[in-house]
């Protein structure tokens, strides 16, 4: 079973064909995409839409070695999409950090001190999530119309485990790589590069949890606990570079730097719990986690194949 329960899920068949399934899922997370863009709450509506094309993304990394022309045209095509919401989305988050940041700290004076910096960052977005994002809204609704069509064709060019796995090493291989590039020289963009890498294993794992649901399941929520990790560092980071380019917007200098001593804390405390879990997460070799998931895959396949006779 899959993590959402259902084969019918963001999840491959083993009995069934891999391009089959391939637009099976595009289409399932295109469809729920238009659905958040009905949603009376605009901040979930982009966060949500926004996770549906990473999903997308993901999947279609996950055969971009079996279906290269396909990976090209489609990943840009999504990632266009999906690009005029990442202010809005990055606006309309800052609220929550802000909120983790002063509820880790659990101090009831420095939230009072730096109540000023939470009521600029509300404004702030209120105004991204107002009139102009309707156009963007539905601009993004008529691409995601347009794309679903285009799912009907989707081809790939391998049969089985085959078909996963070129993708699958290449997208973990790198996310080890990002790893050990975050840690030599921690600055905030290879923070973020190296968060985006392993999401996408994150989403590979789930796409592959039929192989061996009991034991993927587990080891794909040790990779969601760290991507989590990595997504509040990053959150934390663009909003410590939106408030010191601007102090002035964000109740003067003084507030401005307690709050960012803080956010500093916070995620030298995260990166230090992100190495020890990337440690774990990412300590196979690529080759060997992609001969494990083969025999698994191979072994689910056959199993699938007998209940059928």
């Known amino acids: 079973m899959c993590a959402e329960g259902t084969m019918a899920s963001f999840c491959f068949d083993p009995a069934a064909a891999p391009a089959e399934e391939l637009r099976r899922i595009a289409h399932a997370q295109v469809d ?4 958040e863009l009905d949603s009376e709450d605009r901040h979930r509506a982009v966060h949500r839409v926004r996770q549906r094309g990473k999903k997308v993304r993901a999947l279609l990394r996950l055969v971009r070695p079996a279906a290269p022309a396909l990976y090209a045209q489609e990943n840009a095509a999504f990632r266009d999409m999906m ?17 983790a940041l002063i509820g880790w700290l659990g101090d009831d004076g420095a939230a009072e001190r730096l109540a000023p910096v939470r009521t600029a960052l509300q404004e702030r977005r ?3 999530l107002g009139e102009d994002l309707d156009a963007r809204l539905e601009a993004l609704r008529a691409g995601l119309h347009a794309a679903r069509g285009r799912v009907d064709g989707w081809e790939v060019d391998a049969d089985g ?12 291989r790198r996310a080890r790589v990002r790893m050990e590039d975050a840690y030599a020289d921690p600055t905030p963009a290879r923070f973020h590069v190296w968060r985006k890498r392993a999401k996408y294993h994150r989403h590979h794992l789930e796409l592959l949890e039929a192989a061996w649901p009991s ?27 939106d408030l010191t380019a601007a102090p002035g917007a964000f109740a003067g200098e003084d507030a401005v730097a307690e709050f960012c001593d803080l956010l500093d804390r916070r995620r ?3 990166q230090d719990e992100a190495r020890v879990l990337g440690t774990r997460c990412f300590a196979e070799e690529p080759d060997a986690i992609v ?17 059928r006779r």
């Open 32 to 35: 729920s995409a238009l659905e």
């Open 83 to 99: 690009r005029p919401l990442s202010d809005a989305r990055d606006r309309g988050v800052a609220v929550e950090t802000y909120d």
């Open 126 to 128: 209120d105004a991204v």
């Open 161 to 172: 485990f085959a078909a996963f796995a070129g993708g699958l090493a290449k997208t973990y």
């Open 215 to 241: 034991v993927l399941a587990v080891q794909r929520e040790q990779v969601h606990h760290l991507t989590d990790l990595l997504g509040d560092d990053h959150d934390l980071a663009v909003l410590r570079a």
């Open 268 to 270: 030298a405390e995260l």
């Open 291 to 307: 001969a494990r998931l083969r025999t698994c895959w191979d072994a689910a396949r056959a199993d699938a194949d007998a209940g």
